[in-house]
C-alpha cells in the first residue's frame, strides 16, 4: 500500500525446514503481524506494539536506569489533580478474545489522553493520522504509587495533629 505495507493473509511461521516465515514486512524491514495488532485484550501485558511511521515492532517494556535520562522527582501536587480527574469504568469488552459477558474495571483512553497525553499510548489509522490505542500502565502505576504517598504524607500529619491536641486535652485535664 502507499504506505510501503503490504498485508498478507497468511500468518508468521515455520517451515517444514525450519525457516521462520514472515510474509508481511514493512518498508522498514519490521514485521508486521496484522493479525496480532488487530486482536486485542483488555488483560495488561509487558509488551508494546507500535504502529507508527517509524515501523511495527514490539517492544519488550523495561524500567531500568540505565534506559532513563533526565531523572528527576515527580510534582506531587500535579499528579494528584490528574488523579482526581480519572474516570474508572465498568464495561463489557468487544475483544475478540475477551469474554462478553464479563464486566470489567478500566479507563477510557481518550479521557487519559485529555487529560495528561503521556498516559495514553498511540497508534495511526489507516490513513496515517495518529489515535489513541490505550493507556500507559507504567504512567498510571506510577502516579498511583505517588497517589498513595500523598495519602501517606496526609495521615502522617494528621496523626502528628492529633497527637497535639491529645497532649493538650491531658494537660487541660489535668
Known amino acids: 500500500n502507499a504506505n510501503g505495507t503490504s498485508v498478507v493473509a497468511t500468518p508468521l511461521y515455520i517451515s517444514a525446514a525450519g525457516e521462520v516465515v514472515a510474509p508481511t514486512i514493512n518498508a522498514t524491514g519490521a514485521l508486521k503481524s ?3 495488532y488487530n ?4 488483560a495488561a501485558a509487558n509488551t508494546h506494539i507500535s504502529d507508527s511511521a517509524s515501523g511495527h515492532h514490539f517492544y519488550r517494556s523495561t524500567s531500568s536506569q540505565r534506559w532513563k535520562t533526565n531523572i ?3 510534582d506531587l ?5 490528574a488523579l482526581l480527574k480519572i474516570l474508572v469504568v465498568n464495561f463489557t469488552s468487544l475483544c475478540e478474545c ?13 479521557q487519559l489522553a485529555e487529560i495528561d497525553r503521556r498516559m495514553a ?4 489509522d ?21 497517589g498513595w504517598q500523598i495519602h501517606e504524607m496526609e495521615i502522617n500529619r494528621i496523626k502528628a ?14
Do not use: C, M, W
Open 98 to 110: 475477551d469474554d462478553p459477558d464479563k464486566v470489567h474495571t478500566g479507563f477510557i483512553a481518550e
Open 77 to 81: 501536587e500535579e499528579i494528584r489533580k
Open 161 to 174: 495533629k492529633a497527637a497535639k491536641f491529645d497532649a493538650l486535652s491531658a494537660l487541660l485535664v489535668s
Open 39 to 42: 486482536r486485542t485484550t483488555t
Open 72 to 74: 528527576n522527582a515527580a
Open 126 to 146: 489507516d490513513d496515517g493520522n495518529e489515535q489513541v490505542e490505550g493507556f500507559d500502565s507504567n504512567e498510571l502505576i506510577s502516579r498511583t504509587v505517588a
Open 121 to 124: 499510548t498511540y497508534g495511526t
Open 34 to 36: 496484522q493479525g496480532t
